[in-house]
Nanobody
Framework: QVQLAESGGGSVQAGDSLRLSCAASGTLDRHATVWFRQPPGKEREFVARINWSGGRTYYADSVKGRFTISRDNAKNTVYLQMNSLKPDDTAVYSC?????????????????????WGQGTRVSVSS
């Protein structure tokens, strides 16, 4: 089984940057990975997705232009670079992974399709 562990969260001021990491204990070979976030008291929402090769990415409109998802397959690690952070970005950020199938590309915004999840890392942005 693949185990995912997020790190890099913290408390920052608006306008600051953070880089989140999602490290896999097992190989993510042929897996697409995504970041979701869950603000306090709200539902989980899609943030970004990257395919296995790293050549195709998708972003939620709310983070497009500010966040960048990337991966280093040699390290079995996926990253989320977050710039120009806003208070609305405050949430627990979780990474997830699934095999990079056609269905996963179609339904990538749905948390239920992902096979592996990390425990999350908390990001708090104050104004």
């Amino acid at each position: 089984q693949v185990q995912l562990a997020e790190s890099g969260g913290g408390s920052v001021q608006a306008g600051d940057s953070l880089r989140l990491s999602c490290a896999a204990s097992g190989t993510l070979d042929r897996h697409a990975t995504v970041w979701f976030r869950q603000p306090p008291g709200k539902e989980r929402e899609f943030v970004a997705r990257i395919n296995w090769s790293g050549g195709r990415t998708y972003y939620a409109d709310s983070v497009k232009g500010r966040f960048t998802i990337s991966r280093d397959n040699a390290k079995n690690t996926v990253y989320l670079q977050m710039n120009s952070l806003k208070p609305d970005d405050t949430a627990v950020y979780s990474c997830a992974a699934s095999l990079d199938t056609s269905d996963s590309r179609i339904y990538y915004r749905s948390p239920g399709i992902y096979d592996y999840w990390g425990q999350g890392t908390r990001v708090s942005v104050s104004s």
